[in-house]
Nanobody, 120 residues
């Protein structure tokens, strides 16, 4: 089966940086869109960044200019470089991917989440 495994979360001071990674493993044909979401305590999960196979990207207004999403299609990995972090960026971050099986069926997969805490 397909698994998405995130890493790179942690505790960082305001103004600091973190880089999240999410690697897909298992048996599949290809991965199309990849995304990062986040969910803060008491809030709904929100889309943070999106990257297509073509490398087209899109960002939530709250992170534009500070976060950068990228992907390595050989390693089946998506990254989120987070700079100028603010306390309001504190959340559990989840990666999400549209995975195409050899049967052509496309399934939506989620990682387990990684905690990012921005605090002094």
């Amino acid at each position: 089966q397909v698994q998405l495994v995130e890493s790179g979360g942690g505790l960082v001071l305001p103004g600091g940086s973190l880089r999240l990674s999410c690697a897909a493993s298992g048996s599949f044909f290809s991965i199309s869109a990849m995304r990062w979401y986040r969910q803060a305590p008491g809030k709904e999960r929100e889309l943070v960044a999106y990257i297509a196979t073509s490398l087209t990207t899109n960002y939530a207004d709250s992170v534009k200019g500070r976060f950068t999403i990228s992907r390595d299609n050989i390693k089946n990995t998506v990254y989120l470089q987070m700079n100028e972090l603010k306390p309001e960026d504190t959340a559990v971050y989840y990666c999400n991917a549209d995975v195409r099986a050899y049967t052509s069926l496309v399934t939506d997969y989620w990682g387990q989440g990684t905690q990012v805490t921005v605090s002094s």
